[in-house]
């Protein structure tokens, strides 16, 4: 079970939007519509920003949005803020005996 | 309100043993799985396995399977993360998760995070 293959960085200026891409195979991210997205501020624990591909939990604000096509996932953050600077990891649920694998996770810049 | 309590950062020797802890509050316990993931220092998050507290199935990830144990205290609403002999390896920070029994969930709460130090 690898990891799933996401940008090492991405980086944008404050009010631009920015994409952050997640590839899994057919047997993970292709497979379900099970992928989940978690922001991680240094020395702080992850949080759940977007499940099902592209569900908010209460709380998340609607300029984060999800989007899967093939055996690729998508985060877009939209009007991007200072606070949105962080590490985003993707996540796709593999089956019953092993559930989940994590993608390698994203640093995101605001400019 | 829901939340998941991790006991206090560890500094063991390889070797060792070691039990982490973290309490679950602010909502039925045995009605939802819970989980363990690992964060290598600068790195980024691995799934290591997931328990139900209801009735005591457990899924490792293979890469773990063998070397930790995870249980739960129902009784006092804890989860449970063991090493009988640890490892340099296995320094890292340790969260712990919760996860709604509907296939394919998602991880919605976590813990603080156990940083873990194993050194000679």
């Known amino acids: 079970q690898s990891a799933l293959t996401q940008p090492r960085s991405v980086s944008g200026s404050p009010g631009q939007s920015v994409t952050i891409s997640c590839t899994g195979t057919?047997?993970?991210?292709?497979?379900?519509?099970?992928v989940s997205w978690y922001l991680q501020h240094p020395g702080k624990a992850p949080k759940l920003m977007i499940y099902?591909?592209?569900e908010r939990p209460s709380g998340v604000p609607d300029r984060f949005s999800g989007s899967k096509s093939g055996n690729t996932a998508s985060l877009t953050i939209s009007g991007l803020q200072a606070e949105d600077e962080a590490d985003y990891y993707c996540?796709?649920?593999?089956?019953?005996?092993?559930?989940?694998?994590f993608g390698t996770g994203t640093k995101v810049t605001v400019l | 309100e829901v939340q998941l309590v991790q006991s206090g950062a560890e500094v063991k020797k390889p070797g060792e043993s070691l039990k982490i802890s973290c309490k679950g509050s602010?909502?039925?316990?045995?009605?939802?799985?819970i989980g363990w993931v690992r964060q290598m220092p600068g790195e980024g998050l691995e799934w290591m396995g997931i328990?139900?507290?209801?009735?005591?199935?457990?899924r490792y990830n293979a890469s773990f399977r063998g070397q930790i144990s995870i249980s739960t205290d129902n009784s006092i609403t804890t989860a449970y993360l063991q090493w009988s002999r640890l490892k340099a390896s296995d320094t890292a920070i340790y969260y712990c998760?919760?996860?709604?029994?509907?296939?394919?969930?998602?991880?919605?709460?976590w813990g603080q995070g156990i940083l873990v130090t194993v050194s000679s």
């Open positions: 998760v919760r996860r709604p029994t509907i296939t394919g969930a998602p991880l919605d709460y």
């Open positions: 602010g909502y039925t316990f045995t009605n939802y799985w």
């Open positions: 328990f139900n507290p209801g009735d005591s199935d457990a």
């Open positions: 057919s047997s993970d991210v292709g497979r379900y519509n099970f």
């Open positions: 099902d591909v592209s």
């Open positions: 996540c796709s649920y593999a089956g019953t005996y092993s559930p989940y694998v």
